[in-house]
């Protein structure tokens, strides 16, 4: 099995997450690489893909809340999935799974839903979505989540 995960991050959480996922595909025999959405081609020939942000204002992360975690101490790109997304024309028949990371809580929303919606209009079959907590907006990661990416990353083989 071929499988790429497109990301993007700003404090690093959604990386250690996608290496996490990335691991558990190789564990279940998948060959697999992990690719910034900023350096991302048009995906073809992959029997999964993945699609993975951090949770901005709800939903995708856009240059204003970039902005907003480069002020904050982040380093993400000047583009990210939101952009990556917006020059697919068709992902017909492609396998698809979104994630994401969010604080949590009742006004957390979540990008994995964004993206999931955005794989849908492009035809995407998506197989299956997740989201992964953080303690705050740069972290850490929450106890466990790195475990529980990694079985989720399994079962998707
Ligand atoms: C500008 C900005 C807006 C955010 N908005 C939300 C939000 O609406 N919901 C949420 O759960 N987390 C929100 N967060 C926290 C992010 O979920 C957190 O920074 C991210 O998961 C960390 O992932 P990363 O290390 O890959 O960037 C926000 C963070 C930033 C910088």
Known sequence: MKALIVIETCFGNTEQIAHAIADGLRTGGADIEVIQAADAPTPQGFDLLLVGSPTHSMGLPKAATRHQARAKGGHPNDTGIAEWLDALTSLAGQRVAAF??????????????????????????????????????????????????NNWGTSLT
Do not use: C
């Open 100 to 149: 994401s990371t969010i604080t949590g809580g009742i006004f957390s929303g979540s990008a994995s839903k964004a993206i999931e919606k955005r794989l849908r209009k492009l035809n995407a079959t998506v197989v299956g979505r997740e989201d992964f907590t953080v303690r705050g907006t740069e972290g850490p990661l929450a106890d466990g989540e790195i475990e529980r990416a």
